[in-house]
């Protein structure tokens, strides 16, 4: 009884320790409404939803700074990051969806917040939308795009990201590649590296070190944000009620938030973030249908995918992990993600149900089987058979994989759907994934995945 009253009393006093020195920092916190007047907003789903937005904000940027990172040049008031982070309602799970700023995207009708004009309903890229109507106009469109209720807005800046980044001392980064951006400065060899603040920030903004430009640059940002988590989670920050006010203190003086985003929600994503390891976050970006989608005085957009995305945002509303389908560790690496392969089985044998089981098999790999498995005009196969259109030769040496030594037909004009045969010698599946993670239907990626190992 003494035991277990020493540990309550001990357990009481940290979490009072740490409301009283996060309490103050309320002060600190720029507020926003961008909740104001805002009817027929999505419902709510399970867990929290936070929309966090990077600005070009550069204000108290030094000349030095300014001049050793490449920022100079005038700000574009628009969001270079635009992020869905969503927290299970259980804390044991942070799902971030990138949301692209050259996203297609429809604002609904508000009034221009710099020149006072109303405006009815219109195409824009995403990013434009925080020029024109500020917050409350951003995450409206994000609500109206995404039918995802946003719970909570946080809007950073140069500068509270490269505080954050420094308060940490510094976010490790791993690159197998040589990294180099004129644009920004940015200038690493491959390898692992410690970045700061300053540094921090050119990698994040990159766009220029290959042909992927800003979806390159997000997985970037997914992949320093994974690192981030890693950093925070293992250095006992969360643990250490001074360390968790300087590190707050110097996230919360420089940000916007909300004005229901506080001390208590605070301490509730800091307790939550204690149990979380790499593989408690997951990270993908948008689907994407149209790479250069053109839209007449606006120039090329990104198009969603419509029906992907809205499987995406559906499993956010639910509350349900985006990497669903992850393959364990021992799960051999293929070109081709299951996820991108439908299958039709067929059964090549006199034994009942073998298609059945095969189809079910393929499909808790990951593969998109048709769940419609048939039988073969003959029934006398010795052999497991995938017959597949050359033009879809990768696809087929992926699921070829995952069933050990089955024969690879080529089927002129066959099309995208590949077919299982199933023969007599059929034993099992393989698990396979994807040897790059970024592929799969949402192509999620878990911060296990993407951390220097």
């Not at 500020?134 to 505080?163: A, C, W």
């Not at 293929?334 to 189809?359: C, F, H, M, S, Y």
Request: proline share 5%; glycine share 8%.
């Amino acid at each position: 009884m003494r035991t277990v009253t020493t540990l309550s009393v001990v357990v009481l006093a940290s979490a009072g320790i740490g409301h009283a020195v996060v309490t103050n920092l309320d002060a600190d916190i720029a507020r926003v409404d961008p909740f104001k007047d805002m009817k027929n907003r999505p419902e709510g789903g399970n867990g929290m939803n936070v929309l966090l937005v990077g600005t070009d904000g550069r204000d108290r940027i030094t000349p030095e700074e300014k001049t050793e990172y490449h920022l100079g040049g005038a700000p574009c008031h628009c969001t270079d990051t635009v992020m869905i982070v969503h927290i299970s309602e259980d804390r044991e799970r942070a799902s971030i969806v990138s949301l692209p700023r050259d996203s297609y995207a429809e604002t609904p009708a508000h009034t221009d917040q710099i020149t006072g004009r109303r405006h009815e309903p219109h195409p824009v890229k995403l990013n434009a939308a925080y020029a024109e109507g500020g917050p409350q106009l951003t995450v409206r469109t994000v609500e109206n795009m995404t039918h995802v209720k946003i719970d909570h807005y946080l809007e950073v800046d140069f500068t509270s990201f490269m505080k954050t980044v420094d308060v940490l001392g510094g976010v490790e980064i791993c690159t197998a590649q040589p990294m180099k951006d004129a644009y920004t400065g940015l200038d690493l060899t491959a390898g692992s590296h410690t970045l700061r603040g300053g540094q921090a920030l050119q990698y994040v903004r990159s766009r220029h070190i290959d042909s992927a430009s800003d979806l390159g640059r997000m997985q970037r940002q997914q992949r320093f944000l994974a690192a981030l988590i890693e950093k925070a989670t293992s250095s006992g920050v969360l643990l250490n009620p001074m360390r968790f006010r300087d590190v707050t203190h110097a996230v919360l003086g420089s940000v916007r938030a909300d004005k229901a985003f506080g001390t208590d929600e605070l301490l509730d994503l800091g307790r939550a973030m204690r149990n979380f390891s790499p593989s408690s976050s997951e990270f993908t970006t948008v689907p994407i249908a149209e790479m250069a989608y053109p839209v007449k005085g606006i120039g090329s957009t990104l198009k969603w995918d419509g029906a992907k995305a809205a499987r995406l945002f559906r499993a956010l509303r639910d509350d349900e992990p985006l990497a669903r389908h992850k393959a364990g560790h021992k799960a051999l690496r293929v070109d081709v993600a299951p996820q991108q392969i439908r299958v039709q089985v067929e059964n090549a044998t006199p034994k009942e149900g073998l298609g059945r089981r095969v189809d079910g098999a393929l499909a808790r790999t990951g593969f998109l089987t048709t769940r419609l498995p048939s039988n073969a005009a003959d029934r006398t196969l010795k052999r497991t058979v995938v017959a597949y259109d050359p033009r879809w030769d990768r696809s087929a040496r992926s699921l070829a994989a995952a069933l050990p030594g089955c024969e690879l037909r080529a089927v002129r004009d066959q099309g995208p759907t590949l077919k299982v045969i199933a023969g007599a010698d059929y034993r099992g599946v393989r698990r396979v994934k994807a040897a790059d993670p970024y592929q799969g239907e949402f192509g999620v990626v878990t911060g296990d995945q993407v951390v220097c190992p």
